[in-house]
Every structure is written in C-alpha cells, then in structure tokens.
C-alpha cells in the first residue's frame, strides 16, 4: 500500500466533506494521533480500522487506497 496516497486520500475526503481530524479519530475510536499520521501517510490503520474509515466516508476501500481503475 502506498502510505502516502492513503494519506492523501483520506485527507481529501475528510477536508470535502468539513469533517475536522480530531472528530473523526473519535468516531472511528482511534486516537488523534493516528489519524492525523494517516492524513499525513505516516502510518496505515489496521484492516478494522481501514473498515471503519470507509464506512464513516462512504467510499470504497479501493478508492482509497488508490486500486480503482486498476
């Protein structure tokens, strides 16, 4: 996986959306601190994480971690 493209994708979501870092890490029950090195393609969730992210944005775990199209 491409941390980096997650991380961009992740943070397009959230930011078109207006959903601020801080509310989402405690809506998909990770901390601040992981969700802010995911926007910033420092770190991946783990697959339940991956689920809960694409669940609470409404897309495909393809499109975020960059595989549509391929």
């Known amino acids: 996986m491409d941390q980096v493209a ?3 994708r ?3 979501a959230l930011d078109s959306r207006g959903i601020p870092v801080k509310r989402f890490a405690g809506e998909i029950g990770v901390s601040y601190t992981s969700a802010s090195s995911y926007t910033r393609g420092e770190r991946v969730p783990t697959l339940d994480g991956l ?3 694409c669940w609470r944005l ?3 775990a393809d ?3 960059g595989l ?3």
């Open 6 to 8: 997650f991380g961009k």
């Open 10 to 12: 992740l943070k397009e």
């Open 51 to 53: 689920t809960r992210i």
């Open 58 to 60: 409404g897309v495909s």
């Open 63 to 65: 499109w975020l971690l």
């Open 68 to 70: 549509e199209g391929k």
